[in-house]
């Protein structure tokens, strides 16, 4: 059989030659899909490599380990690797390479390629290994093009591709591996194509796009572009225009792959043009036609050239049904509040701290005590997040809702029983941690989200203004398809405790205006995507624990209760100096025109704050008529003063409910020992929230709210009933409050028009 075999010569029926990727390339070659030309190396290549070089016996025992022992998982991958990365190929398999290599530069010039892995089953030609094996990209050069094969080969034996293939019981020695060797398409733009809505199965493609590689939007790294084409009205419906914050490109000079920062006069920019959506969603109809079943196509655009690189099914249409299908049976490890709702199934990594993010990879199940601000980079790439302690308004909880990706807080023993390696299946929706996979129906957030940001909202006016609430300005564009009302609370913490270091510590560097930026550029992201709808900006707070991991923060006090602590106003009222800098990112905001930026002060407790407040405001020499301020009511000691509040003068209210909760129930929010204590509809916190609502109504006061509870419809509900002004929610709960708010405010009007009628 042969080694070596052009793309073109093979087709959907090759599986057992070239695996399914290069099975797929070829045929779409065949349909006249504008594929990347290239060769396979084929599985018989690989195969006949093992058996001659003589190192099967030693790597299939090598094999042999324990894979849910973590140490032993990553023993065998080492070995397995040095083994392949070390041995001879034999001669005629190398030569033959090198030539096709040297025959495609002859048709193609002097080319980089991209070189993939293609694995293949020997008695399970189709089943699907995607995801596990690498891809090296911008390789030149014969001997570099044969090395990355050899590495593509190793890549076989990754610890993942190992534990995935013993859960599934595949055998490793009937599982083979074909490198598939593509010119590379130094890509201007690229992204992916759904040939139907990928959550509903509708006919409209949906067309995702970003500047430079496809790799940025395939992980999620950055936020694209998102287009939809109507197949029946043959229209372009839906536009939206993201901030692209970063692009995979080829480093000109090195010729390495890097990622760097999309230059500023691209960030903003259309990445297609009306005639380039045109053109991608005839390839996708072409292909989902031909495959007999909706496609998840990857693209790329060099010099106004379209390549497809990869076709492939949808699963999320099909898997959602095949899950409700299945049998909802497995054993269950442990179980907790369910946090973020959605269903994930993945391998456990158990994270102590910031050290250990580099673990999780994407799709992997994040499981730690607690989270922390300086993790969300993993969070974002966690298929699942399980935390020991945390109830509903944790950390863990409002980022995992924000991300879309399910939870279960408050297990108490998860690092203790779910081991690092393990598959799991995490329930976010009923607080359940399952061993295994588990088939659950599930109607994930993610797909909630991601329907957002496929613009798949319809909007119906509401008299109550509908917000929501954000702390990941890279979440800026899938908030704003939300169509909310504005922003209710953008939290500040996250973006700046992304940086690592203090407030304190740019203040003791001289480095006061680089602070300021970072602050300017986090919420500019926000307050663009809604202009000119208002975005209320909170002022840092962020309790002195998590000070204290970041550069900066060795000298934070240790506090007893860092709940009750130095946090909020009360922090920034005693160090001013930071409460100046927030003070003159804002003033900078509105002066560059984005005056629908407010302020948001946080756990205040007494009037006296308020005024001190402004008087700083005032000595910055921003205008507080120019501004709009308001405080939230976390604190039952604010809201029983709400009167002292409205006769110091101020725009809005916003009931953090969170904190008010844990504040008049005493009942920490963190503490799982408690957790089901913690409730938003005990009648102290409703009578409070009535209290607020109806003196402020009184004096033209906006309320709102944006703690957890304002995304529960039964507690809008009783807020539309109050007369609240806006409800601000999660993301993934704008549209049902929205609803919910509808409906209550027709019942309302329909009993006021009957009751008059009697
Ligand atoms: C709240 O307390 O309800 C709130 C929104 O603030 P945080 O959750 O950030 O404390
Ligand atoms: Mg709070």
């Known amino acids: 059989m042969a080694h070596v075999v052009w793309l073109d010569e093979v087709g959907k029926n090759d599986l057992s030659i070239v695996g399914g990727k290069g099975a797929s390339l070829g045929e779409m070659i065949k349909i006249g899909i504008p594929v990347p030309g290239g060769f396979a190396v084929t599985a018989q290549a690989f195969r006949d490599f093992i058996n001659r070089s003589g190192i099967a016996q030693e790597l299939f025992s090598a094999l042999k380990v324990d894979v849910n022992d973590q140490t032993q998982l990553q023993l065998a991958e080492d070995k397995a690797k040095k083994l392949i990365m070390e041995a001879k190929v034999p001669i005629n398999i190398e030569k033959e390479i090198k030539s096709r290599y040297k025959e495609l530069c002859d048709r193609e010039g002097e080319i ?11 008695d399970l030609p189709d089943a699907s290994f995607a995801g596990q094996q690498e891809t090296y ?5 014969t001997e570099a093009v044969f090395n990355s094969i050899k590495k593509c080969w190793a890549s076989l034996y990754g610890a993942r591709a190992i534990f995935y293939r013993v859960e599934q019981g595949f055998e490793h020695e009937k599982v083979n591996l074909s490198a598939i060797v593509q010119k590379m398409v130094d890509s201007e733009k690229a992204g992916v194509i759904f040939s139907s809505q990928p959550s509903t199965g509708e006919p409209l493609v949906v067309i995702e796009g970003a500047w430079g590689l496809g790799e940025s939007v395939v992980s999620g790294s950055v936020s694209p572009d998102n287009y939809e084409f109507d197949r029946n009205s043959r229209k372009i419906t839906h536009r939206m225009i993201a901030t692209k914050e970063i692009m995979v490109i080829r480093d000109p000079k090195t010729t390495k792959t890097v990622t760097v920062p999309v230059p500023p006069e691209k960030k903003e920019a259309v990445v297609l043009m009306d005639n380039e959506i045109v053109d991608l969603a005839r390839y996708a109809e072409i292909l989902e036609k031909h495959y007999g079943n909706p496609q ?5 655009i060099e010099k106004g050239k379209i390549y497809i690189l990869q076709s492939r099914p949808i699963t999320t249409i099909s898997k959602e049904k095949k899950l409700a299908e299945e049998e909802t049976e497995g054993k269950v490890l442990i179980t907790g509040s369910g946090a973020s709702p959605g269903v994930a199934t993945g391998v456990v990594r158990i994270i102590k701290g910031k050290a250990d993010l580099d673990k999780i990879k994407q799709g992997d199940i994040l499981v730690t005590v607690m989270t922390m601000p300086d993790m969300v980079p993993g969070m974002r790439r966690a298929g699942a997040i399980v935390t020991n302690e ?8 409002i980022v995992s809702r924000e991300l879309g990706c399910p939870a279960v807080v408050g297990t108490k023993k998860a690092t203790s029983v779910l081991r690092d390696g393990m598959t799991i299946t995490v329930d976010g929706s009923r607080g359940i941690v399952y061993e295994g996979h588990v088939g659950l129906e599930s109607k994930t957030t993610a797909a909630a989200v991601g329907s957002i940001a496929a613009g798949v909202v319809s909007k119906i006016i509401t008299a109550t203004e509908i917000k929501v609430n954000i702390s990941e300005p890279l979440r800026a564009q899938v908030a704003a398809a939300t169509l909310a009302d504005g922003v209710g609370l953008l939290r500040i913490e996250h973006m700046m405790l992304g940086l690592g270091k203090t407030p304190n510590w740019y203040i003791k560097n001289g480095k006061t205006e680089e602070y300021v930026d970072e602050l300017v550029k986090g919420i500019k992201t926000v307050a663009e995507a809604f202009y000119p709808k208002p975005v209320w900006v909170r002022t840092l707070d962020a309790p002195t624990d998590e000070f204290r991991a970041m550069e900066g923060g060795e000298n934070e006090p240790i506090e007893h209760n860092p709940m009750l602590g130095w946090r909020g106003i009360r922090r920034d009222l005693t160090e001013t100096d930071h409460f100046r800098l927030e003070i003159r990112a804002f003033k900078k905001l509105h002066e560059t025109g984005l005056t629908n930026v407010g302020i948001m002060l946080p756990m205040v407790q007494h009037v006296k704050e308020l005024q001190r407040a402004k008087e700083l405001i005032r000595d910055e020499n921003f205008d507080l ?6 405080i939230m009511i976390e604190t039952p000691g604010a809201a029983l003063t709400i009167e002292d509040f409205i006769e110091e003068g101020l725009d809005f209210v916003s009931f953090g409910t969170n904190d008010l909760t844990q504040y008049t129930l005493a009942v920490d929010r963190n503490n799982e020992n408690v957790a089901s204590l913690y409730s938003e509809f005990h009648p102290a916190i409703i009578k409070l929230i009535e209290y607020v609502v109806k003196r402020c109504d009184k004096a033209g006061v906006k309320t709102s709210i944006c703690g957890q509870a304002g995304s529960y419809p039964e507690m809008a509900k009783r807020l539309v009933e109050m007369g609240i002004t806006s409800i601000s929610a999660n993301i993934d709960a704008v549209a049902t409050v929205r609803e919910t708010v509808a409906r209550e ?4 009007m329909l009993r006021r028009i009957r ?4």
């Not at 509903?392 to 909880?397: L, Q």
């Not at 008529?625 to 308001?630: Q, T």
């Not at 405010?745 to 309302?748: A, V, Y």
Request: with cysteine; glycine share 10%; charged share 30%.
């Open 625 to 630: 008529e120019k501004i709009e301020l308001g």
């Open 755 to 758: 009751e008059n009628e009697v």
């Open 112 to 122: 980089f390629v991209a070189v993939r892995s293609s694995a293949t089953a020997e």
């Open 137 to 141: 990209l911008n390789i030149k050069g």
């Open 745 to 748: 405010e027709k019942i309302l």
């Open 390 to 397: 945390g109830g509903m308004a944790c950390h863990a909880a």
């Open 296 to 300: 998840d196509i990857e693209w790329s």
